[in-house]
């Protein structure tokens, strides 16, 4: 039998990065004997805040840095309401005397171009305080060569030219994946060896597509021109995604962190745009990281036939100045998320000019020496609206201040919009480390269709105890999102589900002491998969993940081709959606499969099982024995057997089959046997067993449930066994799951 069972009972963990820059924060613990410390560690408080980091640059009435101000003489409002300052850094970079010196990179992990340069002595970490954090973003995805050639150039003269002992560079590239080509380091020969490993290769080619319509494109001798709207939406949320990938990368470390992206633009589709870019800008803020975007296109001529290297355009718009405002408006529109990402994270957008000089000389400005404020909000609410931050001084000396306007705080579950929530359970699904916040048991179970697909059934199980209710009218109701996936070898998607469960019911307090169960199935070839499901209840956004590997076996390897035995205590009245090729749905009723493998004494244990290809011979008159009814019971029966007598067949099938329960190795009870004499689904070559096995004359305990599966033609045998547990009837007999709380589809 296949069917499988995991209890997930781990703690839950945040998987926040992929880049290894965060070894910079690490700081030398203060030293305690493992005694004093294994005393402190039961009566440790945790508590969970954020704090909010502003930079502040001060300047005088003649434009020179001020160096000399103390936490009382600043004052923090957020939204108008005042903050208490929790803490206070001055950066002094300008003054930090470290020419001449050498520091190894923080992790070693730079590519295998900056490994050529000439090795030094590494020690393990690297202080950041009084450094220039310099991260250089280098987005080949949509690069010209000629582009390629100005950034890496430009980011060479500076480091030749510009680069101070205090700066400290890391270099991030994008193309068909980004990667970290240099961690943290101030020797210049690495950097100049990465930079140099940069050729016309790098770009990629994910430029924007078309929109559909032909006038003002670009000549191709197409009859067709296809619309790349959603390829383009695509393109660019992968580019927000990876700057915010990087900036959470460098979150634990608190001194202002400046990013240097090299891009051609980033062109939105309407809003659908704007979470990845709101996402990218709020983890900026949070991880103090100003952005500083450079447009490598330069100064663009845009004349109205096209440029040089493009072929002619389609149309009018070419002689009506249309496409020189499309051009215009494109080229605006590429700029525009740019100048956003500056101007909310503190940085500065360098646009149309052909010099790139610029960038690094402001970055150098703007962290030559500046203050760091934190504070905690005195706004609790997760509603992820902007909060506006306001800087004061009580010295009349400093006409300027220079921080940011504001930051996006955080948005819990209650507060996020549809599209966030679903992209909540397609991070889950992507994330290498499961959620464990709500209980979820599953089982499978495989029937064959034919000889290449086989129908494989998962049940997914909630304890009603981890559902919260709210009463509305006359009934408690809760609804449930699932969501799973199938990878076939654990890499390529086979299958895929989405659902959402509305539970409804006259008294919560029925469910908390059932389960509720979903019930889907995939069709799958044989092999090995990857199953992976979340789910999570809608009333506090607590989720919990369940994922193992299956076999499908190919039956036409074995002597004795069976299906996995299905065990249950409850049967259903089969709806519209269930019915069809699931194997569980017969005669106007569907077997809901026992996850647990938990019964209790005044249940009946159904069993449903399929042989397949049988061998026929010639078989004489069965014994009495294999005559007798399929249980000892009123109630027991068998689809596919007999219960009388058979005559001489000519060429019939023989198969028997039976139940047994061992309890320490000993069998304390087994059934009379089924003989089945001929086919019940001609159509899948399969003969269909269902039993119907009363438990009350079983004891309290745990037992290892054994099946007889017997070809008595072919002389083929199976004996599948499982483990489970018979407790003591209950008061009241058991119900089934909460109305509505049993949902089956079919994938």
Known sequence: MSTRRVLAIASAVALMLELPFASLAQQAPAQRSPAAAAAQAPQAIRATTELVLVNVVARDKKGNLVRDLKREDFTVLEDGQKQQVSSFDFENIDELALAGQSTPTTTGTENAAAAA??????????DARDRRLILLFFDFSAMEVDQIDRAVDSAKKYVNAKMQPADLIAIVSLSTNMRLDLDFTDDKKKVLSVLSAYNS????????????????????????????????????????????SIIQAVG?????????????GISQSGVDN???????????????????PLDV?????????????????????????ASVLNDLNSNAASQETLSTLAADTGGKAFFDSNDFSGVFSQVQKDTSAYYILGYSSSNYAKDGR??????????????????????????????????????????ELASDMPATDVAVYAGTAYFRRDDSHYFLAVSLLVPGSQIPFVQEKDKDSATLDIAGEVLEGSKFPVGHLRDTVKLAVDSSKQVRRKNVQYNTS????????????????????????FETDVQVPDLRKVPLRSSSVVLSSLRVPATGKNKGNNPLVGDQTELVPNVTHVFTQDQHMYLQFEVYDAAKGKNAQPAAADAAPAIDSPTGKNQGGTDSPVKNQRESIRVLTSVEFLQNNLKVYESKPIVATEVTIPQRKAVVFQLDLPLQSLKPGFYTCQVNIIDDVSGNYAFPRWAMLIKDAVAAPAAPPAAGASSSSSK
Request: avoid cysteine; aromatic fraction near 10%.
């Open 386 to 427: 902007f909060r506006h931050i306001k800087v004061l001084l009580n010295r009349p000396d400093i006409i300027k201040l220079e921080y940011r306007a504001g930051y996006y705080a955080g948005r819990d579950f209650e507060h996020s919009n549809h599209t966030d929530r679903e992209q909540q359970i397609q991070d």
């Open 522 to 545: 995939f069709l799958l070839a044989p092999g090995s998969y990857h199953l992976k499901f979340v789910v999570r209840e809608n009333r506090t956004g607590r989720m919990g993940t």
């Open 297 to 321: 296109r330069g100064l663009q001529a845009l004349p109205g036939g096209g440029e040089a290297q493009n072929a002619s355009l389609h149309g009018q718009s070419a002689y009506s100045g």
């Open 201 to 244: 290769d790098s770009g990629q080619g994910f430029d924007n597509g078309a929109t559909g319509s032909s006038e003002g494109a670009a000549e191709t001798s197409g009859a067709f021109t296809a619309d790349d709207t959603d390829y383009n939406t695509f393109s660019a949320d992968r580019k927000l995604l990876a700057l915010q």
């Open 252 to 264: 634990k470390l608190p001194q202002k962190k400046s990013l240097i992206y090299f891009s051609n």
């Open 274 to 292: 704007q979470s990845a870019l709101r996402a990218a800008t709020a983890a900026a803020v949070k991880a103090n990281v100003a952005i500083y």
């Open 117 to 126: 340069a000439p090795a030094v002595k590494q020690q393990a970490t690297i």
